[in-house]
DNA sequence: CCGTCATTGGGATGACATGGGATATCATGG
DNA sequence: CCATGATATCCCATGTCATCCCAATGACGG
């Protein structure tokens, strides 16, 4: 099984279209999906993303819950914030402008692999969060009772 | 299995008539269904739709309870309610005068995707509505399934 | 230095939501 | 049984937006 790998920041044009990685398509290709199916991420201004097979699943434990009951509803209102971006023939999505409000997109998009799925950034916001977990991790390794002075990770991006 | 995904919200013309959203009705030409089939959500002011196929299961789950019980009853009132809304040759629906009232809607209509159903709210409220399960599903740790679990899903189909 | 692939751009076409007029269907009252 | 009005259905027109097609630029490897 291929991994959404690295990150890559496309520009979005007049029309509101952005290229989608290819590398990123290609992992596509083989989840049984022609388009991304993306939602509103829980904790940060950004977009999950993924193919079909996962949303099946979802689709699928849905089957296991009973039909009006409280936890159906939650789930089912997973599907509501759901959209489905086609690829054009280039491998283009159109982000819908309610999506390019929520994530703060205004002319470049940060695609971020997760490994089995990825996330859509703003290109700033998704570089000071990933500066604020290397803050994180440095400071929780200098709060560490270690001895040792020299820690590699300090100065690891020029 | 096509899925019912993401929130439309389209207008209703001097006529009452709205547009279903395409996505829609391509989902539900899957569901042996030429119309909408609808009823009222026990929960919230909104309605329920769907194709004819789960309003078949629906009364093959009547079989499984017992008659004459509170529960069949509850049920089987859900039959009493349910309209059948045809698609016109451009794919629009009416919505009845009492469905609408009982929706609250004016002048737009909000077609919200469900996975295997879709809900029709009025779209002020949904929006809110949506915003809450929004903050239910983060504060109570929701977690999405992951997209290929390690473990064989029981029953899956190789 | 050239060929291939990926991203980016723009015009033309088509799909869809929306609106309005004309016609058919139905319930009601005479 | 027919007349009438209201309502729904069909048909056609329009504007907007997404999609398709074609082209250009830029990166990368041989």
């Given at each position: 099984m291929r991994l959404f790998l690295s990150t890559y920041v496309n520009k979005v044009d007049r029309k509101g279209r952005v290229s989608v990685p290819a590398p990123f398509r290609t992992v596509l290709s083989g989840q049984n999906s022609s388009g991304i199916l993306t939602f509103r991420s829980f904790k940060h201004n950004a977009l999950d993303c993924s193919g079909l097979d996962r949303v099946q699943e979802m689709a699928a434990q849905l089957d296991?819950?009973?039909?009006?009951s409280e936890e159906y509803e939650n789930l089912a209102a997973l599907f509501a914030d759901m959209k489905t971006l086609p690829l054009d023939s280039e491998g283009r999505i159109i982000l819908p402008e309610d999506l390019l409000q929520f994530v703060g997109i205004t002319d470049s998009v940060a695609f971020v692999g997760q490994g089995k799925n990825f996330q859509i950034w703003e290109p700033a916001a998704q570089e000071a969060h990933q500066e604020a977990r290397r803050q994180s991790a440095r400071a929780s390794g200098f709060t560490l009772p270690t001895s040792r002075p020299v820690a590699p990770i300090v100065g690891a991006t020029p």
């Open positions: 296991t819950i009973p039909e009006f």
